[in-house]
């Protein structure tokens, strides 16, 4: 059997055997632990010497780029990491959400650091706040890359995605990982940080694997670190306790399992379309890699008067459920994930037995298909009943880690609320009902026990995720139990490895450290037009200051006419001296449109087209008679690598546009977002 080996200071490392680990689905073993010893304090500093310095060497743009390669690699391989993960007793659907999902979370941060972070290694976090009266000094807040390694410590139920949501936004933040897998999957995370590394978009040093024991890592770690860990509470409360994490003040943050809930609001009867999606969401969370997911229902909160409905129609799912080898046809849910974690959630069912009883399962009749699955760690779906909550109920405390869930009744939605909450802090729960004012009223009580809240009507449902479906763009995480960290969330995530820093100085001077222009800077003036220089001649700090425009009755009434904008406040002059302006203004989008005509160059150039409009606002109004002029200064550069349709490189440029009056008043401010044409010969990155 093989032995698998982890990868530390650039070399795989690996050559006694020590653990076996037997495959879920037949106790066949897979491979072997290794049993040499590691040296962490070699590790971490190869991290941050070697792969901190490799990945700063490259900038956000391009660290985006190369997870999008790694993405795409994993994609033309996945047939061997679903081969391999079956071991693990997930289904085709449960590597589905595992293996794909952790692909999916690649290509999603390789798509969000394209498009929000700039190039370079520093994010300016505005706004720019002045300091003093006329602007000579001012404050605002960069965030920066912290120089230190980042510990991931994963669970063994999502041995791929588990990972990859982790690393994606690491990298992305410039920031070297060492992965420590669950023991009784890393086979899995190994075989994926092989094809990662042969992938070739790996930079030196920007990615390390432990198989085994931490050991001493912990007592390596500095301040500048990041520890992030997945896996039981008690567990993350060891952790974070480490004297080393304490002393040195070390981030660690803790997704731990929790025990989410369905809720079945009272507008919700067997008649109606959301009884059955319910009923569906809460039968699909309890087979999905067999119950084995941080974010899987575990207490069914029913009005008291649809309990017999909600068991009736539950039973009559899970029934249809096949359960064994999922390489055989017909088979919809696999085994756990060792024989380990079956002892133990036999156990959790009989602690759970003493406040509930058995609707499903445990009769002794249970059998999983398959050859050899007699010696896999199957276990059939058990639903429970709490009759009397008022009593006691251990589902609010004792998680049975695998396809269990406990059906709970409540009286009124105070009550339900109530009974949520005993859950002391869960990831995800799911809502179910026909009603927005009930929704409403229930949601805001219901985020402060929770990360993620899944509202679930009929129409919710044409193209929801489902409950227990984290996504890259929204929060993961949640408080108390839950583990109290956060994860994911869109580009949030990057920024969880990034430093935020208060800088103040003189506007020129924040101007120099965040890479972009800030009002008050000094600018760069000649008598080229920004307009005429290409992407990378463009300099920040560039900048125009147009001729004058006096705005006259003429304008208001053309602008009017080819608009359509007939508001009282542009014609209608009694209305209008009547108003808090005391006179007719001019359109707020004429004012746009006429600054544009005094800075855009007419002429053919590297400037392709408009990309897009942000922070608009109209200051003070414009009036017939005013005078208006505006200045246009190259604010900021995007090189994110986009081509023409006729495969020309460009970059994105940002410019800050200031509008005022004949009293030097400003009246307008945006940035306005171009596409400019690199020269001819510019090579893309790949």
């Not at 990662?196 to 301040?223: C, K, N, R, V, Y």
């Not at 008690?234 to 809720?263: C, G, Q, Y």
Request: hydrophobic letters at 40%; a negative charge; aromatic letters at 6%.
């Amino acid at each position: 059997m093989s032995v698998l080996k982890s990868f530390i200071a650039g070399e795989w490392v690996g050559e006694q055997q020590a653990k076996a680990l037997p495959s879920a689905i037949n106790g066949e073993i897979v491979a072997h632990t290794h049993d040499d010893t590691l040296d962490f304090k070699k590790a971490v500093e190869y991290g941050r010497k070697v792969g901190g310095k490799n990945l700063l060497a490259m900038d956000f743009q391009e660290r985006a780029l190369a997870l999008k390669t790694m993405a795409m690699y994993l994609q033309e391989h996945k047939k061997e990491l679903y081969a391999l993960s079956m071991h693990t007793g997930s289904s085709k659907a449960d590597n589905g959400i595992d293996i794909d999902g952790g692909f999916g979370t690649l290509f999603s941060y390789a798509s969000m650091g394209r498009r929000e972070l700039p190039s370079g290694n520093v994010v300016h976090e505005g706004p720019v706040t002045p300091l003093g009266k006329n602007n000579h000094f001012a404050g605002t807040h960069i965030m920066v890359p912290r120089g230190g390694v980042a510990v991931h410590i994963d669970a063994y139920n999502f041995p791929v995605w588990g990972m990859l949501e982790k690393f994606a936004p690491t990298f992305l933040a410039g920031m070297p990982s060492i992965v420590k897998p669950a023991t009784s999957t890393c086979y899995v995370t190994e075989l994926a940080v092989r094809l990662m590394h042969e992938s070739g978009a790996l930079p030196e040093g920007s990615l390390q694997l432990i198989i085994g024991s931490t050991g001493d890592l912990f007592e390596h770690l500095e301040e500048q670190d990041v520890v992030t860990f997945t896996g039981s509470a008690k567990t993350a409360r060891m952790l974070r306790v480490h004297p080393n994490i304490i002393n040195r003040s070390i981030p660690f943050n803790a997704e731990a399992d929790s025990l989410n809930s369905a809720l079945l609001a009272p507008d919700v009867t067997p008649e109606h379309e959301e009884f059955d999606l319910f009923v569906r969401e809460v039968g699909r969370e309890m087979v999905a890699k067999a119950g084995q997911k941080c974010t899987a229902i575990r207490r069914i909160m029913v009005p008291q008067e649809q309990v017999q409905a909600v068991c009736d129609k539950l039973k009559e799912r899970l029934s249809k459920i096949t359960t064994g080898d999922p390489s055989v046809e017909g088979v919809r849910m696999g085994a756990l994930a060792s024989i380990d974690q079956l002892e133990d959630v036999k156990a959790n069912i009989q602690e759970l037995l003493k406040t509930s009883e058995l609707v499903l399962g445990g009769d002794g009749s249970f059998k999983p298909t398959g050859e050899g699955t007699e010696k896999g760690a199957f276990i059939e779906p058990h639903l429970l009943l709490c009759r009397n909550p008022e009593n006691g109920c251990g589902a609010h405390d004792i998680e049975a880690f695998g396809p269990v869930a406990t059906i709970i009744p409540y009286d009124t939605l105070d009550e339900a609320v109530e009974l949520v909450a005993k859950g002391r802090g869960s990831l995800v729960t799911t809502v179910t009902t026909r009603d927005p004012i009930t929704i409403a009223k229930l949601a805001p009580a219901l985020a402060a026990y929770h990360g993620r809240l899944h509202l679930l009507d009929a129409e919710a449902a044409k193209e929801s995720t489902g409950h227990g479906s984290p996504l890259p763009m929204l929060k993961h995480g949640g408080p108390g139990r839950a583990g109290g960290g956060e994860e994911l969330g869109g580009i949030r995530a990057v920024y969880h490895y990034l430093q935020r820093t208060a800088i103040q100085g003189s506007p020129t001077m924040l101007a120099a450290v965040t890479g972009e222009y800030i009002r008050g800077a000094k600018v760069i003036e000649n008598e080229i037009h920004p307009f005429r220089y290409h992407f990378e001649d463009l300099q920040i700090n560039q900048s125009l200051l147009t001729h004058r425009r006096t705005v006259t009755e003429a304008d208001l009434v053309n602008f009017g006419c080819l608009s359509g904008d007939h508001f009282y406040m542009h014609f209608d002059e009694i209305a209008a001296r009547n108003s808090q302006f005391g006179k007719r203004i001019a359109h707020g989008y004429f004012v746009l449109s006429a600054a544009a005509g005094m800075f855009v160059d007419p002429g053919e150039g590297p400037v392709l087209a408009n990309y897009g409009l942000d922070t608009l606002r109209f200051i003070e109004p414009v009036a017939p008679g005013d005078t208006i002029r505006a200045r246009l200064t190259c604010k900021r550069k995007i090189d994110q690598g986009r081509t023409s349709p006729d495969g020309h490189p460009q970059g994105v440029v940002v410019w800050d546009v200031q509008v005022t009056n004949q009293n030097d008043e400003l009246v307008a401010s945006y940035d306005i977002l171009t596409l400019v044409a690199k020269k001819e010969g510019a090579k893309e990155p790949e």
